[in-house]
């Protein structure tokens, strides 16, 4: 199973491949805000995802369009709802600003 680093605690945590980053955060106990419940409305999981984005699934339409929204989005951005982990491990920054 691939590993998910969490920046900038540290802490690591499994995850099943096919599964989201907030299902990953939220198992590893990290405080975290979800307000939408996974719907993609909210963009409160707004995230980076600085090492192994290209092993997550592709931006779809509806988290394109969130993110559009949101301020501070980079080439790096991805909604922790949406995205979902492949294969290899990645690195997520939780940002300050939420």
Do not use: W
Request: contains cysteine; hydrophobic residues 35%; proline residues 4%.
């Amino acid at each position: 199973m691939p590993i998910v680093t969490l920046k900038p605690s540290g802490k690591t945590v499994e995850a099943a491949e096919g599964s989201t980053i907030l299902e990953a955060i939220l198992a590893s106990g990290e405080k975290f805000t979800s307000k939408c419940g996974g719907e993609a409305k909210c963009g409160s999981c707004h995230v980076y995802v600085p090492e192994g984005r290209k092993t997550l699934t592709k931006i779809q339409r509806l988290e394109n369009e969130r993110l559009d929204t949101i301020v501070g989005v980079a080439t790096p951005s991805r909604l922790a709802c949406q995205a979902r982990i492949g294969t290899e491990n990645i690195t997520v920054e939780i940002l300050s600003f939420i």
